[in-house]
C-alpha cells in the first residue's frame, strides 16, 4: 500500500513537499513514481525513482524545478516541487513496482496510492 500527502493550495511561484509512504512491500528493491492527473486530462508520468540505487528522472515539464528523493529508514519517497505553476494543478499519484528497474510504466506499476490534491493559484 502507498499514502500520499503533502498537497494543498499554493501561490504561482511556491513550493510544495509530496510524500509516499509505503506498507506491504520491499520497497528497498522497489522503484517510485510520481504521476498527476490534471482535470479532463490522462494521467502523465511525472517523475521516477529507483530506491535501491538513488537514480531519478523527470517529465521534461518539471525538469529543474521537482526533486525526488528517498529515505530507506521511513519507507518514503518524497517530490520535493519548486517554483509551482498553475499547470502543476493536478492530483498526484505515487504508484510502485516491485522491481529495481522499472521505467515507471504507467500499466506495469503494481501499487497506487489514492492521490493528493496540488492547487497552484493566486
Known amino acids: 500500500q502507498l499514502e500520499e500527502s503533502g498537497g494543498g493550495l499554493v501561490q504561482p511561484g511556491g513550493s510544495l513537499r509530496l510524500s509516499c509512504a509505503a506498507f506491504?512491500?520491499?520497497?528497498?528493491?522497489?522503484?517510485i513514481g510520481w504521476f498527476r492527473q490534471a482535470p479532463g486530462k490522462q494521467r502523465e508520468g511525472v517523475s521516477c525513482?529507483?530506491?535501491?540505487?538513488?537514480?531519478?528522472n523527470y517529465a521534461d515539464s518539471v525538469k529543474g524545478r521537482f526533486t525526488i528523493s528517498g529515505d530507506s529508514a521511513k519507507n518514503t519517497v518524497y517530490l520535493q516541487m519548486n517554483n509551482l505553476k498553475p499547470e502543476d494543478t493536478a492530483v498526484y499519484y505515487c504508484?510502485?513496482?516491485?522491481?529495481?528497474?522499472?521505467?515507471?510504466?504507467?500499466?506495469?506499476?503494481?501499487?497506487w496510492g489514492s492521490g493528493t490534491l496540488v492547487t497552484v493559484a493566486s
Open positions: 504508484a510502485a513496482e516491485s522491481s529495481m528497474f522499472s521505467t515507471c510504466n504507467y500499466y506495469g506499476m503494481d501499487y
Open positions: 525513482f529507483s530506491v535501491a540505487s538513488g537514480s531519478a
Open positions: 506491504g512491500f520491499n520497497f528497498d528493491h522497489s522503484t
